[in-house]
């Protein structure tokens, strides 16, 4: 969300973080829990989704002996990870949807070190990056952050003087202290729940700052949602990852749910396309439709991993509490596209520079394949809320189009070298109708306790339904979870 460089600033206010948190009995399940050595009464689970919350949740019922199928709508697994590796050449490929994996994000690493998967510091730590603000180019590199006079936003002297350190840390100290544990699935606590009503920008303001130091934290993300996310969810982001290094999966971050997908093939029913869901005293009910036929699925517990706009559009979201139905309806997501363009060189090198770059429009810009030595390349654009929703109705090329002119104002040239390209904008797919969930203000009081919340015998978990919102690690945290529950019934 931030530059590299703010991002290495905000490990202070981690670290900070973590010197006030406190255990708390309704905490996310931590990695180390070792609920899953002893099996509870069998249960007959279906699960509802092939992603990294479904598969993680079947992995650890079926070592268990519980009896497991998942209904999963599309031919494949992975939900929104997704690794795009034809039709380019030279064994490069781009990931259109999880691209960076915290080292701190110990769920995810574990089932990385469990499918032996090799990993790859997503920044690169040679060339130049660079910022674009308001038309202007500001280079740095991973060593030195640029000076913040070089930025074209209205600071005081005094603010300029903290340099990007002391921005990004000295306005949340306070609150920062008083955070308690960010993972406890009531958090926030009361003693700051007023804050919800604050975005990143408000906060400044009120405790004294100027509020464009938010336009420099956000560079990359400033679209009006970035900045209308309460600065709890911004804090919470903050504390949980953001100071750590970043990796993505040597060949594709889809590596991580086809390996567990193959260890689970005997479980999962693609092409299966969930219609409903009923449930009675005795049993849940889940119609599907398959090959163009409709089929019925029995079982004694059902996980449902569906996106919440999936669900929002489902008739089953009618027979769930009232309290349910509204954090599934109110609970923002981002709408997030990336466009990948193929580039017969990659001329950017030349100028020391190593394709990484965040706009205020508000995209992000890099190389997915950095590591390589091919002369041919890709560049992949990132494009953030308002910008994705200006590509709404526009054609393939219009989209290329403009993905192009923005990766042109940071690397100029590009046309000389533009071979093609795809892109993916997620509210378009089906099976997510959105990229992922994203607390704004007011909504981490009230919406989050009900997410989770079973109904019955349904059992909810993906990424939306954990800490980690948008996160792999929110998605797996989740599905242990969920099965947890499941195995502790007696
Ligand atoms: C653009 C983008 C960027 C991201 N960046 C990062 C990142 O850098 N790092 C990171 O860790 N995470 C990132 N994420 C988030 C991460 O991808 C998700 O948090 C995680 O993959 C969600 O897993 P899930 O199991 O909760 O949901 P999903 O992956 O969405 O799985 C749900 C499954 O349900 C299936 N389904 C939906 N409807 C039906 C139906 N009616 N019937 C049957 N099946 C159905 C879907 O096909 C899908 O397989 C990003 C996501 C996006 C979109």
């Given at each position: 969300?931030?530059?590299?460089?703010?991002?290495?600033?905000?490990?202070?206010?981690?670290?900070?973080?973590?010197?006030?948190?406190?255990?708390?009995?309704?905490?996310?399940?931590?990695?180390?829990?070792?609920?899953?050595?002893?099996?509870?009464?069998?249960?007959?689970?279906?699960?509802?989704?092939?992603?990294?919350?479904?598969?993680?949740?079947?992995?650890?019922?079926?070592?268990?002996?519980?009896?497991?199928?998942?209904?999963?709508?599309?031919?494949?697994?992975?939900?929104?990870?997704?690794?795009?590796?034809?039709?380019?050449?030279?064994?490069?490929?781009?990931?259109?949807?999880?691209?960076?994996?915290?080292?701190?994000?110990?769920?995810?690493?574990?089932y990385i070190k469990e499918?032996?998967?090799?990993?790859?510091?997503?920044?690169?730590?040679?060339?130049?990056?660079?910022?674009?603000?308001?038309?202007?180019?500001?280079?740095?590199?991973?060593?030195s952050p640029a000076s913040?006079?070089?930025?074209?936003?209205?600071?005081?002297?005094?603010?300029?003087?903290?340099?990007?350190?002391?921005?990004?840390?000295?306005?949340?100290?306070?609150?920062?202290?008083?955070?308690?544990?960010?993972?406890?699935?009531?958090?926030?606590?009361?003693?700051?729940?007023?804050?919800?009503?604050?975005?990143?920008?408000?906060?400044?303001?009120q405790s004294g700052y100027?509020?464009?130091?938010?336009?420099?934290?956000?560079?990359?993300?400033?679209?009006?949602?970035?900045?209308?996310?309460?600065?709890?969810?911004?804090?919470?982001?903050?504390?949980?990852?953001?100071?750590?290094?970043?990796?993505?999966?040597?060949?594709?971050?889809?590596?991580?749910?086809?390996?567990?997908?193959?260890?689970?093939?005997?479980?999962?029913?693609?092409?299966?396309?969930?219609?409903?869901?009923?449930?009675?005293?005795?049993?849940?009910?889940?119609?599907?439709?398959?090959?163009?036929?409709?089929?019925?699925?029995?079982?004694?517990?059902?996980?449902?991993?569906?996106?919440?706009?999936?669900?929002?559009?489902?008739?089953?979201?009618?027979?769930?509490?009232?309290?349910?139905?509204?954090?599934?309806?109110?609970?923002?997501?981002?709408?997030?596209?990336?466009?990948?363009?193929?580039?017969?060189?990659?001329?950017?090198?030349?100028?020391?520079?190593?394709?990484?770059?965040?706009?205020?429009?508000?995209?992000?810009?890099?190389?997915?394949?950095?590591?390589?030595?091919?002369?041919?390349?890709?560049?992949?654009?990132?494009?953030?809320?308002?910008?994705?929703?200006?590509?709404?109705?526009?054609?393939?090329?219009?989209?290329?189009?403009?993905?192009?002119?923005?990766?042109?104002?940071?690397?100029?040239?590009?046309?000389?070298?533009?071979?093609?390209?795809?892109?993916?904008?997620?509210?378009?797919?089906?099976?997510?109708?959105?990229?992922?969930?994203?607390?704004?203000?007011?909504?981490?009081?009230?919406?989050?306790?009900?997410?989770?919340?079973?109904?019955?015998?349904?059992?909810?978990?993906?990424?939306?339904?954990?800490?980690?919102?948008?996160?792999?690690?929110?998605?797996?945290?989740?599905?242990?979870?969920?099965?947890?529950?499941?195995?502790?019934?007696?």
């Amino acid at each position: 969300m931030k530059s590299n460089q703010s991002r290495r600033n905000f490990l202070r206010l981690s670290a900070l973080s973590a010197g006030f948190a406190i255990t708390h009995p309704l905490s996310a399940l931590s990695v180390h829990d070792t609920w899953n050595k002893k099996r509870g009464k069998p249960q007959k689970v279906l699960i509802l989704g092939a992603g990294m919350a479904g598969m993680s949740a079947a992995l650890e019922l079926i070592k268990l002996g519980h009896e497991v199928i998942i209904l999963e709508g599309q031919s494949r697994a992975g939900g929104r990870i997704r690794t795009l590796r034809e039709p380019f050449p030279e064994g490069l490929y781009a990931d259109m949807g999880a691209a960076r994996i915290p080292e701190d994000h110990e769920w995810t690493m574990k089932y990385i070190k469990e499918y032996d998967l090799q990993l790859q510091l997503f920044n690169p730590v040679e060339g130049d990056y660079i910022h674009l603000m308001k038309g202007k180019r500001i280079r740095y590199n991973s060593q030195s952050p640029a000076s913040l006079d070089n930025y074209p936003v209205n600071l005081t002297s005094e603010e300029l003087n903290m340099g990007w350190t002391g921005i990004s840390t000295a306005p949340f100290q306070e609150l920062v202290a008083k955070l308690g544990d960010p993972k406890a699935m009531d958090w926030p606590p009361q003693s700051i729940s007023g804050y919800d009503a604050y975005s990143l920008k408000e906060f400044l303001k009120q405790s004294g700052y100027s509020s464009e130091i938010a336009d420099l934290l956000m560079i990359g993300w400033e679209t009006k949602l970035g900045m209308d996310m309460s600065i709890l969810e911004v804090m919470r982001e903050l504390s949980l990852s953001f100071g750590a290094p970043r990796y993505k999966i040597v060949g594709g971050n889809d590596l991580l749910p086809t390996r567990m997908a193959g260890a689970l093939s005997d479980h999962i029913q693609y092409g299966s396309k969930v219609l409903s869901i009923e449930q009675s005293e005795n049993d849940v009910v889940v119609h599907v439709s398959k090959n163009e036929q409709n089929k019925k699925f029995t079982a004694d517990r059902v996980i449902c991993t569906f996106p919440l706009p999936v669900i929002k559009k489902m008739e089953f979201m009618k027979t769930l509490s009232r309290e349910k139905q509204r954090a599934i309806n109110e609970l923002t997501y981002w709408d997030l596209s990336r466009t990948v363009i193929q580039v017969s060189d990659r001329y950017w090198k030349k100028d020391n520079l190593n394709g990484f770059a965040a706009t205020d429009r508000p995209m992000e810009i890099w190389d997915p394949n950095y590591e390589l030595d091919s002369k041919r390349g890709l560049i992949a654009a990132y494009a953030k809320n308002d910008d994705s929703q200006l590509m709404d109705g526009w054609s393939d090329k219009e989209r290329l189009d403009f993905a192009s002119g923005q990766v042109n104002k940071a690397f100029p040239g590009l046309m000389d070298h533009f071979e093609g390209g795809f892109t993916k904008c997620w509210k378009e797919d089906p099976w997510a109708l959105g990229a992922h969930s994203i607390g704004t203000r007011n909504q981490m009081t009230d919406l989050l306790p009900h997410l989770i919340k079973q109904e019955g015998r349904i059992y909810f978990a993906g990424e939306h339904a954990s800490a980690y919102h948008g996160w792999i690690q929110g998605a797996i945290e989740s599905g242990n979870r969920a099965a947890k529950e499941i195995n502790s019934l007696e």
